[in-house]
């Protein structure tokens, strides 16, 4: 089983258009991010929810919206796609053992805009 | 100044020899740091992760922190062609939030 699976996996779009990703965790985690990857490699955190409670937003355009309606999910919408979004974009979520948090990540969702 | 600085390589050896892979970073309040590995095409992987001074090991991975230095490493013995990824150097931003900030990672090769 799966502990963070993302759909879909690949997403090809047009300029312009409105898009959304989900991401579920099994894992029982009460925390759940989403990261932006781009052509470079570099990793970066975009939101973070706890237990269905927005926790970090990055300087992120507005056009991007995550909703999570209950502590296993997140979603990420994003508005008027632009070129720039093109990338891959990672759910992970977390647990906290003994004072230290340790993220896992999904299969990431590879997001084209022509 | 980047926050978890790294080098992008790529870093070649040969299979067998030890792989030293290094990370720097700039908040001094840190208190957690992670590798994680990254196929091509693939999610990270977490591979290992470090709280303390000193070294801490697991198997053919060993960690390595100097917060004085701001400093942290992973060296990767014996190493395998199946070794080959992208390793990345996360640092958990002091204040608790859960924040990584992420290196721009490393790509090894270990060549037969």
């Known amino acids: 089983d799966t502990a963070v699976s993302q759909t879909p996996k690949y997403l090809v779009t047009q300029m312009g258009n409105d898009k959304s990703i989900k991401c579920e965790q099994n894992l029982g985690h009460d925390t759940m991010y989403w990261y932006k990857q781009d052509s470079k490699k570099f990793l970066k955190i975009m939101f973070s929810?706890?237990?269905?409670?927005?926790?970090i937003n990055e300087t992120v355009p507005n056009r991007f919206s995550p909703k999570s309606p209950d502590k296993a999910h997140l979603n990420l919408h994003i508005n008027s796609l632009e070129l720039g979004d093109s990338a891959v974009y990672f759910c992970?979520?977390?647990?906290?053992?003994?004072?230290?948090?340790?993220?896992?990540f999904g299969p990431g969702t590879r997001l084209l805009v022509l | 100044q980047k926050e978890v600085e790294q080098n992008s390589g790529p870093l070649s050896v040969p299979e067998g020899a030890i792989a030293s892979l290094n990370c720097t970073y700039s908040d001094r309040g840190s208190q957690s740091f992670f590798w994680y590995r990254q196929y091509s095409g693939k999610s990270p992987e977490l591979i290992m992760s470090i709280y303390s001074n000193g070294d801490k090991e697991d198997g053919r991975f060993t960690a390595q922190l100097n917060k004085a230095s701001q400093y942290v490493s992973l060296l990767i013995r014996d190493s395998q062609p199946s070794d080959s990824a992208t390793y990345l150097c996360?640092?958990?931003?002091?204040?608790?939030?859960?924040?990584?900030?992420f290196g721009q990672g490393t790509t090894l090769q270990v060549k037969p």
């Open positions: 992970a979520s977390s647990i906290t053992t003994g004072g230290a948090e340790t993220q896992y």
């Open positions: 929810y706890n237990n269905k409670e927005l926790i």
């Open positions: 996360a640092v958990a931003l002091s204040g608790n939030t859960g924040k990584l900030i």
